[in-house]
Structure formats: structure tokens, C-alpha cells
């Protein structure tokens, strides 16, 4: 089979994005060469990629007639073979076929075997001390619009273990299969744009699935587009579609979005944390394209108060706060130096021997997140919790709706149908303390003056 110059390309690594560029002036380094085929009449273009490249190859007469010859770039005057996709140029169409698509039971037995090797996680069973911190992550994953957790505290306290170990506990929930954005089927609010498309042409025949919910990790040294997502300009040029390649606020989408040391996060993606967390929608402007999704998530955040503190905006969109303190009983701290021991020792035996606990703690939050909705509170109960704000000057109404929001949460999750007293004053001080305004001279913790004025009111 006889190789034929085509066009100068990179020759390292052959792509649609490089083909592409090849068909358009300004293409320079080594030349790859096309193999012609006498039995079909056509030149494939083959490299080691999921897609391929077909042009019509030029006949003998062609050659011999009036017809030009073939030219370099920015000359080309043939026809390239069109297909199903392409983009037209004024001189020339291509097209790419994607001829190695993973099917769904590959794609099953690839998250199986992830999930099979991934590191394991300490049980959120095990986890001792530290119930404060714990209740709040829990009343998150029963109510997701309380609207997440920022937990403060000494260094070597267990908040990313404990954040982490929460993943074993997450409720499964219903998404379109495929969807790199978790839609809810039945919720037109969190579906990304091509299934809210389907539904609204009256496509009943989505493919549905159940999935665990999710958890992102948002580490410190991200790119804005890694976290918002970007344009697929290899797409956009092969296939002419607006292709949008999602980042981490999409996979956070109906899940958790954790973020470690957030005090210490870089301020462009505060911002951008900031707007989403308030819209619930992440809007991306790329390259004279505009694609907005559904960005709703649980924000938990954890960090050290001595390495800065957070900016007050970010602080306001956290629904609850957290204060982790060191353990200084020396036989609790013994217990939990041992019990990090075994799990070092023998990861698969030491989550084996928290298994029933884990279980009936799964079974605890899923009856509670279906019973959320049966939970009531008082008016007498709500007049007061709104009395409280008031009086501590809470700006906004967000302390209101975020307590009222946890107390029936608490309820929930204790199995009862009505809001009491003492659920009230179990979260009032974790949904308060970081929304009262700063006094420098102030030396009383701003939780203890929550407690204090819940009792002078409810009193």
C-alpha cells in the first residue's frame, strides 16, 4: 500500500483537533502520510485514536484532466466526504465518527473496578467524640436545603476523616443514566440542558438509574475551568455542536462538594463558589459560547481558624457551623489512638467490625429523609426562633430559615413527627454563631451568647 504526503500535522500525538487544524492555513511541523486503497477508492486516514477520518481519494482521470491539482493548506479546493455530522468551511467539509464508544455494561464494570480498588474509607460509625460536627453532617444528608457545614478546629481533629467517611452513608437517589450532570428525572430544577430538551419534546423513554450520591473533592490549586468546566473545542471543530466538557460543579450536582482548608481557598474561585451556592446554577462563557447547568450541592468546608479567616460572604452561605475542639480526656484519646491503629493495620477487617452500625445508621437516614416531610413545627415554636435572630441583629432571614430547616431535620432523624424545645436548642447554635456580626473586644464565644439568648426568649 503506497503512503501518500497528505498534510503537515504534529506527528507525536494525531487527534480530530489536529486533523482539523490541518485543513485550515497555519499548520506547520512533520508531515503524516494517508494510505490509499486501490479496492474502495478512499484514504483513511489511521492513527491510534477513537475516531477516524475518511477523505474520497482522486482518481487516475482526474489527475490526467483540466481538474487542479491537489494544494497545500489554505489552497485546498476539494470535496471532503460528508457525512451524518460536519462542519462546513468554505472550502472543504470533514466529519468524525466516533467508532469506540464505551457501552453502558463497560461503563458499569469500569465504576465497579474504581470501586474496588479505591482507597478505603475510615467508618463513620467509628468516628469517636465529636458529636457536634457529626449531627451537623448528618442533618445535611437528611435535609440538603439546610445548605451545608463549615466545621472549624484544631489541627488533627478528624474533619476530613469524619467529612470523607460520610460517603459510605449517602442515600442512593434516581439519574438519567449517562448524564454527566446526576438530572433527577422527575425534577425539572436539577436536569441538565439536553435532558430538560427531552423532556420538554415529551421523551417519557429516559433511561433511569440508581446511584449513590455523590462527593467532589475541590482541592486548593484548581483552575477555574477544572471547577466550572470548559468548551470541547475538539468537538466544536469536528462536530460543529456547542460542546461543553463539565468540571466539578457539574459532578457535584445533587451531591457534596467538599473543600478542604477553604479558608485558604484562592479568591477568583470563592467567587465562584459564591454564585453558584446562590443560584444553583453555574453559567460558563467560553470562546462566544454560553452554557449554564444545575449546580446544586451540599458546600461543606473545613479548615484551621489560626491559618485566616473566611470571607464573610462565603461564611453566610454555609447553613450550619461547627466547632471542633482537641479531645483532652486522656482515656478518649487513647481509644481513638487504638482504634486509628487497627484501621492502619487491617483496613477490610476494621470496617467489617462496623458494619451493623453502619448499616442501621443508613437505615436511620434514609427513613428520615422520607419522613422529612411529615415533620411539623409549631408557630408559637417558629415566632420565637425568629425572635432570637432578631434580637442577637442576624442579618437577613437565612439564620431563620436554616434553623427551622435543622430542628426538623433533628426531629427526622430521631423518628419523631413534631419539633420540640430541645431540638431546637440541640442546632440554634450551630446555625447562628457565624452569622452574628464581630465584636474585636468581644471574649465570650458567639455559640455560648446563642444558648444565652434562646433561654432568656424561650423561657
Not at 428520615?368 to 442577637?392: M, P, T, W, Y
Amino acid at each position: 500500500m503506497p503512503l501518500l504526503p497528505l498534510l503537515p500535522v504534529m506527528a507525536s500525538t494525531f487527534s480530530p483537533t489536529s486533523a482539523a487544524r490541518a485543513l485550515l492555513p497555519g499548520s506547520t511541523s512533520r508531515p503524516l502520510f494517508l494510505a490509499a486503497s486501490a479496492s474502495s477508492g478512499n484514504r483513511h486516514l489511521t492513527f491510534p485514536s477513537p475516531y477516524s477520518l475518511c477523505f474520497p481519494a482522486r482518481s487516475s482521470a482526474s489527475a490526467e484532466s483540466n481538474t487542479p491539482p491537489y494544494r497545500p493548506p489554505g489552497t485546498l479546493a476539494g470535496r471532503i466526504q460528508p457525512s451524518r455530522k460536519g462542519l462546513d468551511f468554505r472550502r472543504g467539509r470533514f466529519t468524525v465518527c466516533n467508532v469506540a464508544a464505551p457501552t453502558a455494561a463497560e461503563q458499569e464494570a469500569t465504576a465497579s473496578a474504581a470501586k474496588e480498588t479505591q482507597r478505603p474509607v475510615y467508618p463513620f460509625a467509628a468516628i469517636v467524640g465529636q458529636d457536634e460536627m457529626k449531627l451537623c453532617l448528618l442533618l445535611n444528608v437528611i435535609d440538603p436545603k439546610i445548605g451545608g457545614v463549615m466545621i472549624m478546629g484544631d489541627r488533627g481533629t478528624g474533619k476530613s476523616t469524619t467529612v470523607r467517611s460520610l460517603v459510605d452513608l449517602l442515600p442512593d437517589i434516581r439519574v438519567v443514566v449517562g448524564d454527566p450532570f446526576n438530572s433527577d428525572p422527575d425534577d425539572p430544577e436539577v436536569m441538565g440542558p439536553e435532558v430538560r430538551q427531552r423532556v420538554l419534546q415529551g421523551d417519557t423513554g429516559l433511561p433511569v438509574t440508581t446511584a449513590k450520591i455523590t462527593m467532589v473533592d475541590l482541592p486548593l490549586g484548581a483552575t477555574e475551568d477544572r471547577v466550572c468546566g470548559t468548551i470541547d473545542i475538539e468537538k466544536a471543530l469536528t462536530e460543529g455542536v456547542k460542546a461543553f466538557e463539565p468540571g466539578l460543579l457539574a459532578k457535584a450536582n445533587r451531591g457534596i462538594l467538599y473543600v478542604d482548608e477553604v479558608n485558604l481557598l484562592d479568591d477568583h474561585l470563592v467567587d465562584v463558589l459564591l454564585d453558584s451556592a446562590a443560584s444553583g446554577w453555574n453559567t460558563v462563557e467560553r470562546e462566544g459560547i454560553s452554557i449554564s447547568h444545575p449546580a446544586r450541592f451540599i458546600l461543606i468546608g473545613s479548615g484551621n481558624p489560626e491559618e485566616g479567616e473566611l470571607r464573610p460572604q462565603l461564611l453566610d452561605r454555609f447553613g450550619m457551623h461547627a466547632q471542633v475542639g482537641t479531645v483532652r480526656d486522656a482515656e478518649l484519646r487513647v481509644k481513638i489512638v487504638e482504634e486509628r491503629a487497627r484501621f492502619d493495620r487491617d483496613p477490610k477487617t476494621f470496617r467489617e467490625s462496623y458494619h451493623d452500625e453502619q448499616e442501621k445508621l443508613q437505615q436511620q437516614i434514609s427513613s428520615a429523609r422520607s419522613n422529612l416531610g411529615a415533620v411539623q413545627i409549631d408557630h408559637d415554636l417558629r415566632v420565637k426562633i425568629s425572635k432570637v435572630c432578631s434580637e442577637l441583629n442576624v442579618d437577613g432571614l437565612r439564620g431563620d430559615i436554616v434553623t427551622n430547616r435543622a430542628a426538623k431535620a433533628l426531629a427526622a432523624l430521631k423518628g419523631r413527627d413534631s419539633v420540640t424545645v430541645e431540638d431546637i436548642a440541640t442546632v440554634i447554635p450551630n446555625c447562628l454563631r457565624h452569622r452574628l456580626r464581630k465584636d474585636p473586644l468581644e471574649s465570650i464565644d458567639s455559640g455560648l451568647l446563642v444558648i444565652e439568648k434562646f433561654y432568656e426568649v424561650f423561657s
